[in-house]
């Protein structure tokens, strides 16, 4: 019994999936929050159970370049490019590493335009690599476990 007890509880442990951390917060042109656009801190970072961490910024065309909202947040989607109409211009990034939504919006920390990769990148969903540290990590913690089982 204890045996089957064990088990459950490593195969809860290791069903249980990392979250994505990322910066949340927004500023808009009417309550601005500089902290936001420019170092997003700590204090506003969640772990997110999405699939990318974004940015979302829209400026005015005319004043070019004033900030009428800024958004840090997670989504399933994955947004990507730059659309102008007749009076805002949107950016949109996403990005697939914990914090790494930091940028101010129209580039990465880079200078890159796209998080991810430009329209000749291929681009395949997977793990990262602090992802793989994690179950680097975990894997002698289970095989230390499997022996324990072996012998009770």
Request: aromatic share 12%; proline share 3%; charged share 20%.
């Given at each position: 019994?204890?045996?089957?007890?064990?088990?459950?509880?490593?195969?809860?442990?290791f069903s249980t999936a990392n979250g994505l951390k990322c910066?949340?917060?927004?500023?808009?042109?009417?309550?601005?929050?500089?902290?936001?656009?420019?170092?997003?801190s700590d204090d506003s970072t969640t772990n997110c159970n999405?699939?990318?961490?974004?940015?979302?910024?829209?400026?005015?065309?005319?004043?070019?370049?004033?900030?009428?909202?800024?958004?840090?947040?997670?989504?399933?989607?994955?947004?990507?490019g730059k659309t102008v109409d007749q009076t805002h211009i949107?950016?949109?990034?996403?990005?697939?590493?914990?914090?790494?939504?930091?940028?101010?919006?129209?580039?990465?920390?880079?200078?890159?335009?796209?998080?991810?990769?430009?329209?000749?990148?291929?681009?395949?969903?997977?793990?990262?690599?602090?992802?793989?540290?994690?179950?680097?990590?975990?894997?002698?913690?289970?095989?230390?476990?499997?022996?324990?089982?072996?012998?009770?």
């Amino acid at each position: 019994m204890l045996r089957h007890y064990v088990l459950f509880v490593l195969l809860f442990y290791f069903s249980t999936a990392n979250g994505l951390k990322c910066y949340t917060c927004s500023s808009t042109e009417s309550d601005y929050d500089d902290s936001c656009v420019s170092s997003p801190s700590d204090d506003s970072t969640t772990n997110c159970n999405k699939k990318y961490c974004n940015i979302v910024r829209e400026e005015d065309v005319d004043p070019k370049g004033k900030l009428s909202s800024f958004v840090r947040g997670c989504s399933d989607e994955y947004l990507s490019g730059k659309t102008v109409d007749q009076t805002h211009i949107f950016y949109q990034m996403s990005c697939r590493d914990d914090l790494c939504n930091f940028g101010d919006g129209k580039s990465s920390s880079n200078g890159n335009t796209n998080y991810i990769g430009d329209k000749s990148t291929i681009y395949c969903p997977g793990s990262d690599s602090s992802n793989a540290n994690k179950l680097l990590f975990h894997i002698p913690l289970f095989l230390i476990m499997i022996v324990f089982i072996r012998f009770i």
